[in-house]
């Protein structure tokens, strides 16, 4: 059981790492000494080959569910996102392999900026909680409506004051962390209800962390049930999808550049 779950857990991230190293490679085969100019096919290339792991991956991780007698939606859920996120870091190995033709630099920003992705948003965005913490006054909440743990989802605010109170403001610095494969993938899985006895608490500490402190009436702001949330796994998607977005653009410029007549 631990197996399936660490497994289904990890292997996003390991299909965005290899899929940057796939994009650099796709990227230096196609286009050759033109760097930057066949970008989309580059892409594509590097895409469908972690399509392919993406289907190992559920091929795998449905045969270990299966000899253990869980069920499949981890390794659904898993392979799915494990084909989206390479998609998104071919896009990234492929810019980065356009941008720097020093094959030694190359290597270094792509992995460095992939590593960073994976596993260097979540350990800065823990290393910045403490920089959040601030004094903020309270007032008396009123009609408070609780989740099943007891956190309050939804309340009004009256006018008496109530003091001010230590807290974490760590709906500032969560979305940082939410660009790791991982994070995106245990909050998918809190969403989808997919494995929520072995993974459902660990969303919910995301989610808790994205909302902020569990404190109501922060400031007098009330708090309704219909409040705006941008699901955690489409602002992880949204923020790697930005990154590989401006990469490509800028490396399209940069051949633009190079060969006017080509980029054309």
């Not at 494990?82 to 190995?93: N, S, T, Y």
């Not at 989740?147 to 760590?170: H, K, N, Q, W």
């Not at 989610?207 to 007098?220: E, K, L, W």
Request: aromatic share 4%; net charge positive.
């Amino acid at each position: 059981m631990l197996t399936y779950v660490l497994g289904s857990s990890l292997l996003p991230a390991t299909a965005a790492l290899t899929a940057v190293h796939w994009g650099m490679s796709a990227q230096v085969g196609a286009a050759g000494h033109e760097r930057g100019g066949r970008l989309p096919a580059a892409v594509l290339a590097a895409a469908l080959r972690s399509l392919v792991f993406a289907l190992l991956i559920l091929l795998t991780l449905l045969m270990q569910g299966a000899a253990a007698g869980l069920p499949g939606a981890l390794a659904a859920t898993s392979a799915g996102l494990a084909a989206v996120e390479g998609a998104i870091f071919a896009g990234i190995g492929v810019a980065v392999a356009a941008l720097v033709r020093h094959r030694f630099l190359r290597r270094l920003l792509g992995w460095s900026l992939a590593v960073f992705m994976v596993a260097g948003t979540v350990a800065a965005a823990s290393f910045l909680v403490p920089a959040v913490r601030s004094e903020e006054p309270v007032t008396v909440a009123l009609n408070v409506v609780r989740a099943a743990d007891g956190t309050p989802v939804a309340y009004d605010c009256s006018g008496i004051a109530l003091g001010t109170v230590e807290l974490y403001r760590t709906e500032r610095v969560t979305w940082l962390a939410t660009a790791s494969p991982t994070v995106v993938f245990v909050a998918l899985a809190g969403e989808l209800s997919a494995g929520a006895d072995k993974l459902g608490w660990l969303s919910a500490a995301l989610q808790q962390a994205a909302a902020g402190t569990a404190v109501p009436c922060i400031n007098g702001e009330p708090r309704s049930l219909d409040s705006p949330r941008l699901p955690l796994p489409v602002l992880g998607l949204l923020l790697q999808t930005g990154v590989a977005a401006a990469l490509l653009a800028t490396a399209a410029a940069a051949a633009r550049r190079r060969n006017p007549i080509q980029g054309a």
